[in-house]
């Protein structure tokens, strides 16, 4: 065993309020193998994989390496992040040797082991170029090498592939696969967040599926396929099949739904409609990976619609399909004035931030902004109070309920604003 994380809680604070993320993770990364690590977004991923390399500490339990207790980076492990964060000013060479410079390595040496990363990577003969000369998926190479130079025993990687077009990503994913494979890194594990379910299924040899609020491992699936894998191949197919069905397991949804009362789903009204009329073409229900890729969605875009429906009483989700309710057929396949009536309906029923918010309203009339966020603070961290405040505004201004002056940040009754609002086409 190479890592360990035993009991792993962490929460954010703001102020006096604890808001929990973790709450008693465990799992074990082995020797010879590469583990995916799958959850909603913003469920604890990202948080768990910088306890895991030391960068944060957890609130309680504790991470081990090789035995040893965590308590900061460590030497024998290193991360790959979504953003390349390289040094603009620097060489590809000395943005690759920068980690060896900061452990003592000699000049000599470290430019020689750099020199070597840059050739392992697929970066031959760009050692001197500067990163405004360098494509996305060169840029993201440089950071695989400035990890893999330092010959980690565990290689951590936070949506490696994520910000990169599909080409790209799924060319780099082979050739870190194929040197995997050859026996030619130093690397003894990978341990990979992802949200991308068949990069999960092409690359791991299992999957650990964060699940709940605090989240904790919930499943662990295993991946048995031998390289090279196929993407059509029917195990495959099952296999993705499975992740998305633990990802949306009723329990967990239900557990989900519950804390969405507050922390509202970021769903665009416009994309919401789209995705209900798009599962009523399909027949009032879809599979959720055929429906993802004939949406061009990613997960991470995807649940969260999903959620918002489901809030909504317009869909259900369960073992990786979505069916729309009675509610959610004819929100979908009504005219539009009849989609805004009926979608203002379910959120006075199915949302009782909105609907406090617009009982408010018609009390006072007029609703300040920074009136809202104070008393969405009270339960949430300023940035996700404004988050769902954004969500509350578009939602309610689709629906009729309430209206909003961008100029004095007042939210009124869209039946009777003052007439500066009215003049000023508010």
Not at 304 to 326: I, S, Y
């Amino acid at each position: 065993m190479l890592l360990e994380a035993r009991d792993v809680a962490k929460a954010y604070r703001a102020g006096e309020q604890a808001y929990p993320v973790l709450g008693g993770v465990n799992l074990a990364l082995r020797e010879g193998e590469i583990v995916a690590l799958l959850g909603r977004s913003g469920g604890g991923k990202s948080t768990l994989l910088r306890i895991l390399a030391g960068l944060i500490p957890p609130d309680t339990g504790e991470v081990r390496f090789r035995g040893r207790k965590v308590e900061g980076p460590v030497a024998g492990m290193a991360m790959v992040f979504q953003t390349f964060a390289l040094f603009p000013w620097l060489t590809v060479l000395e943005n690759v040797a920068l980690g060896l410079e900061a452990r003592g390595v000699p000049r000599k040496e470290r430019l020689r082991k750099a020199q070597e990363a840059i050739a392992l990577i697929g970066l031959r003969g760009f050692a001197e170029a500067l990163p405004k000369e360098l494509s996305g998926g060169m840029k993201q190479r440089v950071g695989f090498a400035r990890a893999l130079v330092v010959e980690p025993e565990v290689l951590l990687l936070d949506e490696a592939f994520s910000a990169l077009d599909p080409l790209t990503a799924e060319g780099l994913r082979g050739d870190f696969l194929d040197l995997w494979q050859a026996g030619r890194l130093s690397t003894r594990a990978v341990l990979m967040v992802t949200h991308n379910i068949e990069e999960a299924v092409a690359m791991a040899d299992r999957a650990l599926i964060l699940q709940g609020s605090p989240a904790r491992i919930g499943q662990e699936i295993p991946i048995p396929l031998p390289h090279p894998r196929d993407p059509n191949d029917p195990r495959f197919r099952a296999l993705v099949d499975a992740i998305y069905e633990a990802l949306t397991l009723r329990e967990a949804v239900e557990r989900r739904l519950e804390a969405e009362l507050l922390r509202l789903p970021q769903a665009p009204v416009g994309a919401l409609l789209s995705l209900a009329e798009a599962i009523a073409r399909l027949g009032g229900q879809a599979d959720l990976p055929l429906l993802a890729q004939e949406e061009g969605l990613e997960v991470d875009d995807l649940f969260p619609l999903l959620e918002a429906l489901e809030l909504l009483g317009f869909a259900r989700v369960e073992k990786g399909d979505v069916a729309l309710t009675p509610a959610g057929l004819a929100w979908a396949e009504a005219p539009l004035e009849g989609q805004k009536v009926m979608f203002a309906e379910h959120l006075l029923r199915r949302v009782p931030l909105l609907a406090w918010l617009h009982q408010d309203l018609l009390w006072r009339k007029r609703l300040p902004e920074e009136v809202v966020l104070a008393r969405l603070e009270g339960h949430l961290p300023e940035p996700e109070a404004r988050r769902v405040f954004a969500v509350i505004r578009e939602w309610g201004r689709y629906a009729g309920l309430l209206g909003y002056d961008e100029r004095s940040r007042v939210l009124y009754l869209p039946e009777a604003p003052n007439e500066d609002e009215a003049s000023r086409g508010a």
